[in-house]
């Protein structure tokens, strides 16, 4: 089929079945048409009812088909996944080249969402390593495009948008739910993770290749920015949390209910600047109840207003913090009028500082591996680092393994606690 053209959609035919056919110079309006070569229209219920295996478009440049959106083909379906489903026999049902190297030949409409063109390379292909990416909306529709949501989002070439359409859309009931951070996501307001028995895992952006890598990813919180998980388990690996000045007070992560399990691993937490009198509101996480596990976090140079960086509610089950530093950290107030505790960890409200933490009633607080806390600064004597408090049956303070602090730890007579050594 050659010279088709057409002043709407499709310049060519709807459907190619047998033998091999081929589409060159088939054009539609390069302003407003679809469909260069072939416009399917598949309504609820026909969306399989299409084979076009037969059919190939010129790879030609001078003979190229042409259209807005989609070039040789584009399909408006009652729903755009059940048409062209993940697998390689869905690219060869569409005669789609192996590698398509231009997403703009083939496209589609999902549900009457003429808003969004999707590229049905991304709806037919598995994303890599089964992590769906996000990403900002950076305006670039392609290169290196910015979040979208849709059918096909997720790919670390065509990330989605946002965390919770991933998680509610596009994973659906699928567990562990896997997310990558594309590297200066931004997080503007709050997402609410309710996932009941299941876990979310949220980690770093792949390489361009689609394989792991240990290279962090930077999640900036800004705005009311937070994560907030309601019911389930939601692990957190190798994000650098970037907190700016315009971040709302709050946590960037909490844990709301005693069902909830919280896990921090090979994560940093640094401030948006460092110019001088730069500080910030949001603290990193805070627990209302259930367990938090804090691995290989580094947390320094902060100056926190009214917050501590970790807050625990008394009604939390236990913490545990392996192989973390803390250094250089103030706790401030907004208005310098009252006294604020706990500017690294605060468990409850009292007047102490650095660490204070109550364990009552069989609760555990695990401090331990090469955790340091350096330069952790208070506005009265006792615990800048840490200040605890033990009673009840079963309640436990363990600290162990390399744990250092800068000074001493004392008991409340002023004893010398040796075993802890003098931190650097």
């Known amino acids: ?54 059919a190939s478009y010129s790879t030609t440049t001078n003979t190229l088909n042409n259209a807005q959106y989609g070039k040789n083909l584009f399909i408006k379906a009652a729903n755009l996944s059940a048409a062209v489903p993940i697998n390689d026999d869905t690219r060869i049902k569409l005669g789609a080249l192996n590698p398509e190297t231009d997403f703009y030949n083939l496209m589609g409409y999902h549900n009457g969402n003429s808003q969004i063109a999707i590229p049905l390379y991304y709806l037919y292909t598995a994303v890599d390593q089964n992590i769906y990416h996000v990403n900002i909306d950076n305006g670039q529709t392609s290169g290196n495009i910015g979040g979208i949501d849709n059918n096909g989002c997720g790919h670390l070439s065509y990330p989605c948008l946002t965390i919770d359409y991933v998680i509610t859309t596009i994973i659906g009931s699928s567990t562990p739910k896997l997310i990558g951070i594309i590297n200066e996501y931004k997080l503007g307001s709050v997402i609410t993770i309710d996932q009941s028995g299941k876990e979310v895992k949220i980690s770093n952006q792949l390489s361009d290749s689609g394989s792991y890598t240990d290279i962090k990813s930077i999640m900036n919180i800004e705005g009311t920015g937070k994560i907030s998980l309601t019911a389930g388990t939601l692990s957190i690996d190798k994000i650098i949390f970037c907190i700016n000045q315009n971040g709302t007070s709050g946590y960037a992560i909490t844990g709301t209910s005693t069902s909830t399990q919280i896990s921090i691993n090979n994560c940093m ?156």
């Not at 089929?1 to 539609?28: H, K, R, Y």
């Not at 976090?297 to 913490?319: H, R, V």
């Not at 103030?330 to 660490?355: P, Q, V, W």
């Open 269 to 424: 937490m640094n401030m948006a600047s460092d110019t001088s009198g730069y500080s910030i509101l949001t603290g990193l996480a805070e627990l209302k109840g259930g367990i938090l596990n804090i691995n290989n976090l580094t947390i320094k140079d902060i100056i926190i207003s009214d917050s501590p960086i970790i807050f625990i509610n008394e009604n939390a089950g236990s913490l545990i913090i392996d192989n973390c530093q803390f250094d250089s950290i103030l706790r401030t107030t907004s208005d310098d009028s009252t006294t604020k505790i706990g500017g690294t960890i605060e468990a409850t409200i009292g007047e102490r500082s650095g660490i204070y933490t109550q364990i009552l009633s069989g609760g555990t607080l695990i401090i331990e591996g090469s955790c340091s806390f350096i330069c952790c600064q208070a506005r009265l004597d006792l615990g800048s680092a840490l200040f605890a408090s033990i009673s009840g049956t079963n309640s436990r303070l363990i600290l162990e393994d390399g744990l250092q602090f800068e000074g001493y730890i004392k008991d409340l007579e002023g004893n010398i606690q040796t075993q802890f050594g003098q931190g650097r």
């Open 1 to 54: 089929f050659t010279c088709c053209v057409a002043d709407q959609n499709g310049g060519g035919f709807v459907s190619i079945i047998g033998s091999a056919s081929t589409f060159s110079s088939c054009t539609v309006p390069t302003v407003s048409g679809h469909g260069g070569a072939i416009y399917l229209d598949l309504a609820s219920g026909t969306e399989t009812q299409y084979d076009l295996t037969g």
